[in-house]
């Protein structure tokens, strides 16, 4: 970036943050486990990382809301009256990452020092609501938007990554999905290979909060031009298959993409790019097939394994398989699916036996 235009940048920054700084309040935009979107309004205040804080009551859905999902868009927008021309109001808009503030903390008596300090000794009274929350919302991308043909996106450290809007194809991949290189580094970290069939409730949030929009870009079929290598099909087979089970754990949108997923990998194996990966990538190219309900599958995922000599997932294919033949499905997907167990699936789910994976 040449000089002129890291100045035009910084002004830019300078001039949001700015505009930021003249609401006492921002909308906000969550969405339900339903997938179902609510917009609200709440005071706020920043701090010098450009954080931003509310406080809200936990009988607000958007509490249930923001504790679910971890993920919050906001909007800041100039009042309706001073402005000429109502459709180019100036705007600013935040996708961000949440995180919850213990009461206890010297954190959350900081900042709800900060809210008195903005609105009033009222603070002292919602700060003796037990039911009260206090979010930080960390901006990770965004867009701010001057006028007609001043349309800017944001992201990187610090937001410092500003680009201009020319056109609608510059807006059609959001700044925050996540490149198949950044997939592949994060899902093959020594940190997170443990976690890969032992997760965590907060390995799913994790998951949640920073892949959910590359899930929903993938899930839109917004991503197939990444099945044009091995390592970009590779890192959307991930997205669409591993990534759903964490984010959406124990509801039937972790099944949603699954066959993608698997219709991927199988356009991925016909040009021969699991011969361009090595043994451990080549497994979740396969784990699509191991994932499928169905028997013709399940068979091509034990065929894959043993041609490879992945013998450590060979036997897991197999009980898939073994688990499929028997049943026509899996039976512990029933719940999270609302199927009625029969007799049989019953039984086995109640043995100790069953897979519960």
């Given amino acids: 970036m040449n000089k002129k235009s890291t100045q035009s940048s910084a002004e830019l920054s300078k001039e949001l943050l700015e505009f930021r700084s003249t609401f006492r309040s921002v909308l906000l935009s969550t969405v339900s486990q339903e997938s179902i979107p609510e917009v609200s309004y709440a005071p706020c205040v920043t701090d010098k990382l ?15 809301n923001l504790r679910n999902t971890g993920r ?23 996708s961000c990452e949440t995180k919850t503030l213990s009461h206890d903390s010297a954190d959350w008596r900081r900042i709800l020092d900060h809210f008195k300090e903005r609105f009033g000794k009222f603070i002292d009274t919602l700060r003796l609501l037990p039911d009260f929350q206090l979010f930080q919302l960390t901006p990770i991308s965004g867009n701010y938007i ?17 680009r ?29 290979q443990p976690l890969w069939f032992k997760s965590t ?13 590359t899930w929903q870009f993938a899930a839109a079929n917004h991503l197939s031009k990444w099945e044009s290598s091995p390592q970009e099909a590779l890192a959307l087979v991930i997205v669409l298959d591993q ?5 959406f754990r124990g509801r039937p949108e972790s099944f949603s993409t699954e066959s993608e997923a698997k219709r991927t ?45 992945l013998d450590n997932h060979l036997k897991w294919a197999r009980h898939h398989r073994d688990i499929v ?33």
């Fill in 201 to 213: 409730a907060s390995f799913d949030t994790e998951l949640r909060t920073r892949f959910m929009s």
């Fill in 243 to 247: 990534f759903p089970l964490n984010i």
């Fill in 146 to 162: 001057r006028g007609f043909g001043q349309a800017y996106s944001f992201k990187g450290a610090g937001l410092n990554e500003i």
């Fill in 265 to 309: 990998a199988h356009a991925a194996l016909e040009k021969g790019f699991d011969r361009k990966l090595n043994d451990t990538q080549k497994v979740f190219l396969y784990i699509p097939f191991m994932h499928s309900e169905d028997k013709a599958d399940q068979d091509r995922s034990v065929q894959l394994f043993e041609a490879t000599g």
């Fill in 50 to 64: 450009g954080n931003i804080y509310i406080y809200v009551s936990g009988l607000s859905r958007h509490t249930h």
């Fill in 72 to 94: 919050v868009s906001l909007l800041f927008i100039e009042d309706e009256q001073p402005v000429r021309n109502i459709f180019a109001r100036k705007r600013l808009s935040y």
């Fill in 325 to 357: 033949n028997r049943f026509g499905r899996f039976p512990h997907r029933n719940a999270s699916l609302g199927r009625e167990n029969t007799a049989e699936e019953t039984e086995y789910l109640d043995s100790g036996k069953a897979y519960q994976g």
């Fill in 164 to 192: 201009h809007i020319k056109s609608a194809s510059d807006q059609k991949q959001p700044p925050d999905i996540a490149t198949p290189r950044e997939i592949l580094k994060f899902w093959f970290s020594e940190r997170v």
